[in-house]
């Protein structure tokens, strides 16, 4: 299995090359192991449509160029919709078996996950790397 290397402030880990998420989703699904537990998917479909609300809004006041914008709110919808053209490489029901909904952090952990499928899958998009 292909492995990339991603760093935080607690250290390095190797990633799957293919996962759509990144350290953070990482540690989670290493800290809370907990089978049976899932996200909801309605709950990931609502966070997605947060994340394009927030990107547009950020464009809008000029914090985010409008590439990102809008590679950002295309995924969100992909994924919202659950287009199979989506670069995010994960569908609703994929998403929502990644991480146990008990964990630490007051959904810290979903939250991050949103952010790496989305940051990873836009990134594509706009032939960048995170």
């Not at 998420?21 to 899932?38: D, K, L, Q």
């Not at 609502?46 to 160029?65: I, P, R």
């Not at 809008?70 to 199979?84: G, K, L, R």
């Not at 952990?109 to 499928?117: A, D, G, K, L, P």
Request: charged share 20%.
């Amino acid at each position: 299995m292909n492995m990339r290397t991603e760093k935080d402030f607690l250290g390095e880990m190797e990633i799957p090359t293919d996962a759509p998420w990144g350290i953070h989703t990482a540690r989670a699904m290493e800290n809370f192991p907990i089978p049976g537990a899932s996200v909801p998917v309605l709950l990931l479909k609502a966070l997605a449509q947060v994340k394009t609300a927030c990107a547009l809004a950020n464009k809008e006041l000029g914090y985010l160029d409008a590439a990102k914008a809008d590679a950002i709110v295309d995924e969100a919808s992909c994924f919202v919709m659950h287009q199979e053209d989506c670069r995010a490489g994960i569908t609703k029901q994929d998403a929502s078996s990644t991480l146990s909904a008990l964990q630490g952090g007051a959904g810290t952990s979903t939250n991050m996950f949103m952010n790496e499928v989305l940051a990873h899958s836009a990134s594509t998009r706009c032939g960048k790397s995170v």
